[in-house]
């Protein structure tokens, strides 16, 4: 009988973050009080992070099938067939909280968390992206965050050797008190070299890899899907501390070990550890799992089977290796350096039993762990609909020019240089297309292929309207491969919203999920991984509702692909995609005009399809090499940045009919596309174009050293430059 | 007047630098290293004369920028 | 010509100059760190870019103290060539085979970008290819590539013409804003007295391909290769 | 045992970290600091009880490693 020293009081499982109604679930599930060490496996098992139970039942809905798609959400990471035998796995996470308590680390160990879900399937890391929101630039502790996380992304990427070609950032008042910190690791395998969590076999040894345990992040998987308040910034000694460097030796251990021919089934120890990689390895396969935790590699004294069990010390893996194989894989493991040691076995009984110190700590059902966690339907309700908000009810408070300086040297819509520039994003070799165009592109192996890089989603808009958000952040991912001359494969999401207790949040997870479903039927688009993080919140006021999604595309010749850079003078820039001027919602409305509201723009996602494909058609037939999609700030934007990267100016002399100047120029309507060519090719696409319905026009042509909008004084592209360039490093040197 | 502070990891937080040049001293065979855990100092020069002064200077340093007190101690000393 | 490719935990950039150095005609092959001698006929060693132990305690000191160090001494002692970059080039210097140290950067930040060198001579293997005072076109991608050496060290080095490489603009003209890392002097590599020894922070490797860049580092890999076809 | 290393640059040597420290105190407006430069300890559990072999192994350790001799100096105190 299993000795209970620790009485379970309901204190005790409120500190577990779990409710009343869930722990009297656990004990007529097991049909006794359970023992501490049972009690901490449960609260991991069933928290929000693990369970997913308050999401589970909306993400159901989104599509996560395709031929090309190998494996889609479930296991650590989603794969796709690329052709050539070859397979790109990948996968975007939080480490929200973690981040906000202590930003260096908290960043760092995020970036070595989904690194690690990449590489235990087997895949070599090839790049990482990164998406960051941060509170308004004025609170006084944005700059130390920011600071903090870039250098933590920065310090574990860098120094583990994988590009970070790509990313996101942005400021907003209501990330303030909970900043996100999305991490997205892209890898490479042979399709017939892919590695499961599924265990298999009876009796067959479970092995502990990498580094020591210690007593690092206990409870930090409750912690990320708790509430913040004030008094959590004293939870610290949760924090975790990174170690690149064994991630870097943990990564080559263990490709070279799956070539050895070892391995069964293997599982990185993310959050909850031990626990959940043994019960997940165990479940999957239909197998119990008994483990020693005598056998253990300890960093600390007197660690509890309690602390072993819920520690969340970095660069750990769990596998399942073929018997008799034991001595071999040591071996490797010893060459790097690492601790390797056998701790347990699979079993027949479907029970997941801990031993410690000669003591059954825990005795518990293995498939019930996960498959009777408490899943809730939480009520929700639809947020309010914005009003239409019509282009010319919006009176100009400024020039044009002046309000596209404006944008250009705004937090948001600054360059990203300062971030990026932290980054080692040249490792490899095969960075085709660096950090500030539409997506990043890199080389597969040594070619012909690439891959096309992005990170997108446009939080305004989602909470303006959750279902037109969701779209739009699915569709702009889309856009942004495309631009670049990319065919969009599948995605990741990162779906970051404030608590799902609170009806008017979990509508805006509902509505965003449906739009974010709809736009990836429509686009060919699924879903193959991804991570759900609630509670973003600090003293009930929630952040901004944002599902980050990670795209990734493929590019069969990655010779022929385009930039947003400005190439050549005297080229006619065309419009692609209809302008109607949309408002309501945009850069130029919070920027410029200081209103927040209306309704954002719709997306059409056949149109969508349709002018991205004509696109990429003329990228991929070689017509076109310099090609923009248009987003936040618009037309007017986009042509700066495009003059910018190209240090090529415009003028632009085609005025809009029926439409104010400032709504043509700033407004944000969907599907859009500027591109650049060579005047006698002009002629030819505008007709291409017309012949099938797509809207096409000319702007202007490209030229000069400034950019001149109709009407409006001429803008240097250097004063636009020193716009764009100056905000984030004064910023960050407090000189802003 | 100077000071020295001093920056330590707080117990049970990992080391990584430690725990590498452990395994260093081994291999260039050094015996008799159980355990190294790093650390840092600033010898600070202070502008003032006077010890409260120097002393409040010395806390809103570490408080701010010299120690990560989410994961490090500091400790003080005016030489 | 015969590369050998020291390769110790923590290196990154081993596979990015492998294939630099095959793109330009030469054999190399990796080797790991716990050797105790270099492959028969090796002509170059090479320290690749990374973290070595994770750049712990200071950058390449734990690896510049590795059993396969000892060889790669003798093979500089005898006139060999060893080319060190970036964390090589700080393995170099804590293995006392290149004076200085590297410190960390003057903005105490890690710094990824294109950069420009200008080329102090070409007469030496490493530089055939280029002209004298040509401004190439590369990256930088360190957190800790500060040079700084004693006053002495420093004037020695100008004055037997040991630097190697200076932070320039595109004109080739030494300027503050070009020296990113507050290096002395601008110095972005350096050589040995002899010559046969280059240790270097930029990454000529990666800058070998139209397509992923440029083509201004292949220079250095051309004329380490060109020697040995003149010599053979 | 324990001791406990302290490895600072040597006088004369630019310190480019601990002068980007001063720089930073200045701009939290932390006043009163004049000068910064930055060292290492190393807090070192011995796996000997013996002082004279204690000894030994610290000083091997930082002549082989901790230490670079050329920019720093090294002091170890038995704890
Ligand atoms: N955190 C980051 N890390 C790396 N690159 C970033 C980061 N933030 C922004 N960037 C880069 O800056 C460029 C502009 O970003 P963004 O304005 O979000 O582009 P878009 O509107 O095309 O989605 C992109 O190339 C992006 O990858
Ligand atoms: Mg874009």
Redesign the pocket.
Known sequence: MIRNDVAITPELVKEHGLKADEYERFVKLIGREPTITELGIVSAMWNEHCSYKSSKIHLRGLPTSAPWVIQGPGENAGVIDIGDGLACIFKMESHNHPSFIEPYQGAATGVGGILRDVFTMGARPIAA????RFGEPDHPKTAHLVSGV?AG?GGYGNSFGVP??????GFDKRYNGNILVNAMAVGLARTDEIWYAKATGVGNPIVYLGSKTGRDGIHGATMASAEFDDASEEKRPTVQVGDPFAEKLLLEACLELMKSGAVIAIQDMGAAGLTSSAVEMGAKGNLGIELDLDKVPCREEGMTAYEMMLSESQERMLMVLKPGMEKQAEAIFHKWGLDFAVIGKTTDTLRFVIKHEGEVKADLPIKELGDEAPVYDRPWVESPRQPVISAESVKAPMSEAEALLKLVGSPD?C??RW??EQ?D?LILGNTVQT??????IVRVEDGPKGLAL???VTPRYCEADPFEGGKQAVA?AWR?IT?VGGLPLAITDNLNFASPERPESMGQFVGCLKGIGEACKALDFPVVSGNVSLYNETNGQGILPTPAIGGVGLIDDVTVNASIAFKNEGEAIILIGATAGWLGQSLYLRDVCGREDGAPPPVDLVQEKRNGEFVRQLIRSGQVTTVH?L??GGIALGLAEMAMAGDVGAEITAMPEGLPLHAFLFGEDQARYLIAVDEDVAADILYEAGAIGIPAVTLGLTGGDALILPGQRAISVKQLKAAHESWLPAYMTGKS | MKARVTVTLKNGVLDPQGKAIEGALKSLGVEGIAGVRQGKVFDIELGTADKAQAEAALKAACEKLLANTVIENYRVELT | MKSAVIVFPGSNREGDVLRALKSAGSQAEKVWHAETELPKGTDLVVLPGGFSYGDYLRCGAIAGRATVMDAVRAHAARGGLVLGICNGFQILCESGLLPGILMRNANLKFICHRQFLRVERNDTAFTKAYAKGQAIDVCVAHGEGNYTADEETLKRLEGEGLVAFRYSDAQGHITQDANRNGSMNSIAGIYSDKLNVLGMMPHPENLIEDLVGGTDGRGLFESLVSSFARAA
């Open positions: 992206l990164n998406f960051l870039v992304i970070t070609v790509g990313g996101s950032v819509q360059s990203k971030v990026w980054y994003h950090p500030g165009g539409d997506a990043a992005t990170t997108d702009e942004n631009a999609d987003s936040d």
